[in-house]
């Protein structure tokens, strides 16, 4: 049995405020509007992965807080040509990093937040 990953599904507050951010910032293409279980969300296509978004329904119980560490989701890694392009460009946006660019094994990496705390690794690989 062969497993690839098919899509990733994100529980957003805001859902204009999460597809404008990965359109506008990350480049991804809104492929379409659809209702998630009775809620409001959309599938957008970045480069090739899709991701789901949906807003909570009525019946959720969302958690918000950030302080501490659990097990499941904990971030998303993003490949990148350039790492400190990438930081600079980010940065000037008002995004805030947790990790600014530094080498970690054969990689240049670095982390930010983007919407709902969503913690996103930008990774280069070195040559």
């Known amino acids: 049995m062969i497993y690839r990953l098919h899509h ?12 404008t ?23 957008l296509n970045l480069n090739g992965t899709t991701i789901n978004l949906r807003v909570a329904r009525e019946d959720d119980n ?21 790492v400190d392009q990438a930081y600079r460009e980010l940065s000037d946006k ?6 600014t660019p530094k080498e970690v094994g054969k990689n240049r990496v670095a982390f930010f937040n983007g919407p709902d705390n969503i913690t996103i690794e930008l990774l280069q690989p070195l040559a």
């Open 8 to 19: 990733l599904h994100l529980l957003c507050s805001d859902l204009e405020k999460t597809i």
């Open 21 to 43: 951010f990965l359109s506008k910032t990350l480049g991804a293409a809104l492929v379409e509007r659809k209702k998630f279980g009775g809620a409001d969300g959309a599938t």
């Open 62 to 82: 969302v958690s918000t807080g950030t302080s501490i560490t659990q097990y499941g989701y904990h971030h998303i890694g993003l490949n990148v040509d350039n």
């Open 94 to 99: 008002g995004y805030i990093f947790s990790i």
